[in-house]
């Protein structure tokens, strides 16, 4: 059937209308008329594959990458970059309209380079033959690739040396899925590895490859290996060999990343991510709550006199406890940011100048909206990685009396749906 599109939605596709019905089509455009094929129909809505664009949008593009449209991993290659940043900017707006949010202020873009950006990339191994790749589209079958223009330069050429060498190396033996992680200046390079084979035998695997690793792969400071995913299980270090860890230089600081610790993907707009959260910020005492490796709590501890990092998962813990060593010994605490949210409520613990809240996709929650509308800190800086989840917590943080000052998209996932957001509030 032919169909116009009428508007993005978030998740890649394009929603158009069929007798009443949304029909939601990947890979096209807003106001193409496009030829489709409903694959899924679920009553009020359907799924839909597209066929071709009768009428293609001024703003289609040929998609750089060889593997677009059978990937997973990028939905918007087909887009030109200006049009991938507008059709997030009205996600962002619709969704916020969604859950009610009055007031929005105008959203102000921060973007970079498209191609090229991605400091980390993780990969599914393929045994026999050896094959490095991401999951096709809608299937857990791995589609092997050769190249990733959204990867950072180094880390092109280190997926091109592994696919030549990882069978002699072992790699197959070894690994369900790899990691590769470089930084800013790509002069360095960690290499993780997923593995379902007992510890004694993945430490005997890697120390047999990293001689060969390391003369290939020239950058390389350290490889690790973790347990496979079991149960939800934590995944445990089993293994590793070299340095576990890597420096990473941000907005004129550095940091410690060590294997298996959370780090921000883009390398292009990390600097200018951490000078929007934290330039122009100060006073006595601020939170970073979620705070990961210590991104936003080092530089708000040269503008702050106190600063509080708060953060549960013990590997970001120990980095965060190395990089915030120092004059100024901001507080590491250890701890789930809901519990010591509920501690700082109960033992009526003064509220800081500042909040910043960096959380997982699962964005803050009812609990930690709660605590923080019951402590009324004058400012909260919110980075979000989900537009549903924030605007879910925003209207909670307005219900308590809070309002947006500023709003930016920040654009670290080019050629994806997906989407950062800071959002500064104020109390009042």
């Not at 050769?146 to 197959?172: F, K, M, N, Q, S």
């Not at 590769?180 to 790509?186: I, P, Q």
Request: glycine share 8%.
């Amino acid at each position: 059937m032919e169909l116009r599109i009428e508007k993005p939605i978030y998740g890649g596709a394009g929603l158009a209308r069929h007798e009443g019905k949304a029909v939601f089509v990947p890979f096209t455009l807003p106001e193409e008329i496009v030829e489709v094929r409903i694959t899924e129909d679920h009553g009020g809505y359907a799924q839909a594959e597209l066929e071709g664009a009768i009428e293609p949008s001024s703003e289609r593009v040929a998609p750089p990458c060889p593997y677009y449209g059978a990937c997973g991993g990028c939905h918007y290659q087909h887009a030109a970059y200006a049009l991938q940043v507008e059709m997030k900017r009205s996600i962002l707006c619709e969704t916020l309209e969604r859950a009610h949010i009055r007031d929005i202020p105008e959203i102000a873009a921060l973007t970079g380079e498209p191609f090229g950006y991605r400091n980390r990339v993780r990969l599914h191994v393929e045994r026999n033959p050896f094959r490095l790749g991401y999951k096709l589209r809608k299937s857990r079958v791995t589609l092997p690739i050769e190249v990733c223009p959204i990867a950072a330069p180094a880390l092109e050429t280190a997926i091109g040396i592994l696919l030549r060498a990882g069978a002699d190396l072992g790699l197959a033996a070894l690994a369900n899925e790899l990691e590769l992680f470089t930084d800013a200046g790509e002069s360095s390079l960690l290499l993780s590895f997923w593995t379902s084979l007992p510890a004694r035998e993945a430490e005997r695997l890697l120390a047999a490859a990293w001689p060969g690793l390391r003369d290939l792969l020239p950058a390389l400071t350290g490889a690790g290996v973790f347990s496979a995913l079991k149960h939800r299980a934590p995944s445990q270090l089993l293994a590793h060999a070299g340095e576990p860890w890597l420096l990473y230089a941000a907005a004129g600081r550095s940091y410690r990343v060590s294997l298996g610790s959370f780090f921000q993907a883009n390398r292009v707009l990390l600097g200018s991510l951490v000078r929007l959260v934290t330039e122009d910020e100060s006073g006595d005492a601020a939170w970073d709550l979620y705070a990961g490796v210590g991104l936003f709590s080092l530089p708000l501890a040269s503008s702050f006199s106190e600063v509080t990092a708060v953060e549960s998962v013990a590997g970001s813990v120990r980095d965060l406890r190395e990089n915030l060593r120092g004059p100024s010994r901001p507080r590491v605490v250890a701890s789930e940011t809901a519990a010591f949210l509920r501690r700082a409520v109960e033992q009526n613990i003064p509220a800081p100048d500042l909040v910043v809240a960096d959380p997982p996709r699962a964005g803050l929650g009812r609990d930690v909206t709660s605590h923080l509308g019951k402590l009324r800190p004058p400012r909260i800086t919110y980075v979000s990685c989900d537009p549903t989840t924030l605007s879910r917590d925003l209207a909670a943080l307005l219900e308590s009396g809070y309002r947006l000052r500023t709003l930016h998209l920040v654009d670290l996932f080019p050629q994806t749906y997906h989407m950062e957001t800071v959002a500064h509030l104020t109390l009042g």
